[in-house]
């Protein structure tokens, strides 16, 4: 027994809690067919307590008795019952002829109160669109934001997989290059070892750092033979800059005031990016892209067939 009164408490507070009564600028009225609907507060249908229809019915009433008292004086109940049915009808037509001119009068006024109350509804509708059009955009924009977040984070766990593959690039080229046996200047087997140990471990850019240093002070032809001086050379080359335009073409769709691109075009591989591309546009008149009919690892400024 406690249980079911517990059970029967906690239905009837779910019930009365999923009746809500309405808002205070709510009320409840009923319609013609006898349905409740909601409508804002202070609203009053124009034929609810309207002073135009109580007057009409006052002034309705007295001359109903003012017609039937002249009718018993001047005519007499007994003549008037005897009448033909086209005076009496004449007299029925002029007699009710000013009523119905009031009744015309008083739905003139309260079809014009109404009309007034449904445009001040519409009015009222507007603004709502208004802001439900507002609160859309504000939505729609905080989704593109959202949007925006999610692909950049995205982006930049790619871009961070793209960097660590143009470590190995650059570091291949850098093998191609500073390790060959005829380089007069070769690197030493620790050296390479540690540089290839810190692009493993946390700094993909260190082959990129080096090759901007062994290009900033060699000369124009050396520049040439660094990058384009073999067939191997070439295909390190080109891959690394097709895998880095690549990186920043996907930065356009999460990069709207170019902040990454700018950012990609600082880094060490950025700045090695543009330095292939100065020596594409610069490249000297004893070579050319493809022949490799010279000495790759001299480092004089003179091409030297082989």
């Known amino acids: 027994m406690p249980e079911a009164a517990a059970d029967h408490s906690s239905?009837?507070?779910t019930d009365s809690?999923?009746?809500?009564?309405?808002?205070?600028?709510?009320?409840?009225?009923?319609d013609s067919a006898g349905l409740p609907k909601m409508v804002p507060a202070g609203y009053r249908s124009?034929?609810?307590?309207?002073?135009?229809?109580?007057?009409?019915?006052?002034?309705?009433?007295?001359?109903?008795?003012l017609m039937g008292l002249y009718i018993d004086s001047e005519v007499g109940w007994a003549a008037f019952v005897t009448l033909q049915v086209e005076r009496m009808g004449s007299f029925l037509e002029g007699a009710?002829?000013?009523?119905?001119?009031?009744?015309?009068?008083?739905?003139?006024?309260?079809q014009?109160?109404?009309?007034?109350?449904?445009?001040?509804?519409?009015?009222?509708?507007?603004v709502e669109i208004q802001r439900s059009a507002e609160q859309a955009t504000v939505q729609a924009e905080a989704t593109q934001r959202a949007e925006l977040h999610q692909r950049r984070e995205s982006y930049l766990k790619l871009a961070e997989l793209v960097r660590t593959q143009l470590?190995?690039?650059?570091?291949?080229?850098?093998?191609?290059?500073?390790?060959?046996?005829r380089n007069e200047e070769k690197v030493p087997a620790e050296r390479l070892a540690n540089l290839?140990?810190?692009v493993g471990r946390d700094d993909p850019e260190a082959f990129s750092r080096e090759l901007l240093r062994i290009s900033t002070v060699s000369t124009l032809h050396y520049r040439f033979k660094l990058f384009f001086g073999t067939e191997i050379r070439t295909r390190h080359t080109t891959s690394f800059e097709h895998s880095f335009e690549r990186l920043l073409r996907a930065a356009e769709s999460c990069d709207e005031d170019d902040m990454i691109r700018d950012a990609l075009m600082g880094s060490a591989h950025g700045n090695l990016y543009r330095r292939i591309q100065t020596v594409r546009e610069t490249v000297p008149e004893e070579f050319e892209i493809g022949v490799y009919n010279f000495d790759p690892d001299s480092r004089d400024g003179d091409a030297e067939p082989l």
């Open 11 to 13: 239905n009837s507070k």
């Open 17 to 30: 809690e999923s009746v809500q009564p309405p808002s205070h600028d709510q009320e409840v009225v009923f």
């Open 46 to 65: 124009p034929y609810d307590q309207d002073w135009r229809v109580l007057g009409g019915l006052a002034v309705t009433f007295v001359y109903l008795i």
């Open 96 to 110: 009710f002829a000013p009523l119905a001119f009031l009744w015309l009068v008083i739905g003139y006024f309260l």
């Open 112 to 126: 014009k109160k109404e009309l007034r109350q449904n445009t001040e509804a519409m009015k009222m509708q507007f």
């Open 167 to 181: 470590g190995y690039v650059v570091g291949l080229l850098y093998l191609s290059s500073q390790m060959a046996d």
């Open 196 to 198: 290839w140990m810190v």
